[in-house]
């Protein structure tokens, strides 16, 4: 893999231009610092958060099914592989012969690795930062049959465009083979979604407001977190859960070479969580490139796995 680590610098230029747009704004990838991690974790168990255990269930109720449409997995590529769960559960069905656990924060992959490594001694595996803004590209693995994993609706990030983009680039990279296994989120009753995203426990709005105390590590800012509160909402236009931080007061957030002022109720956007369509999904993978598509859901079709073949 070849993604450059982005120098310190560049991410806070990054972070401060998207402060300073007319509508602010902060990249959801920044939510993921140590901290931001296990809170998502903790999200993954909460009650209103349905998306991680149907997930699971799918892909349990089908794994005979998903491991017979993939076939033989050389090499299992886990996008936004976290904990390494997910991934490493599909160890069992799919045999991979190496496993590449792409992230972030390389530091949250290194201690999963760490574990997998003695429970699975025969799988090689590596553990890479990754930045899915920029292009894929694994010279060290061409030639060789690809498998990419990118569950848990993380493609809910990207705006459908961006969506298609990432498609063309995996696509490109399986040259003829392999494919991705990919879990999405669908659209449902706007209640269920908003309660998603604005649980009881305020796991959620801790999980949001965290992204401002890694500004502070970052930029060396000094946001308040007092001053601040979570707002979630599904946005049926777009289908999508849009994610801010609202202001609650007026005040100004400075850093070393700036500043920033905020009027009460002024929104930081922190993240779309786009929820799609079977036929949406299935035809943006197709517009992609991939050759097929095969989808399984849960009962209520709240959750979608599908295995799209370069
Ligand atoms: C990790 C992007 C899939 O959109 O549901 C959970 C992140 N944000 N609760 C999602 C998230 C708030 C999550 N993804």
Redesign the pocket.
Known sequence: MSQKQLPDFELSKEIIDGLLQEKPSIS?KF?YDEIGSHL?EA?TFLEE?Y?TRTEKQIMSQYSKEISAAIGVCDVLLDLGAGNCQKGSALFSSLKPREYRALDISKEFLEKAILGLQKEFPQIMMQAQTCDLQNELTFPDLVGRKKIFFYP???I??FDPDAALKLFQNIVQVCDGDGGLLIGV?LIKDPEVLNH??NDMLGI?AA??KNILLHLNRLLKANFDLRCWEHY?VFNEQSAR?E?YLRSMRQQSVSWPGGEKHFEVNELIHT?N?YKYTQAKFEDLLVSGGFKTVRSWTDPQSYFLVTYAAA
Do not use: H, L, Q
Request: charged content about 10%.
């Open positions: 959801p939510f998502f999200i958060y998306p848990g609706s993380s809910g990030n989120d998603a995203y959620t999980f949001n979630a859960i994610m993240e969580s």
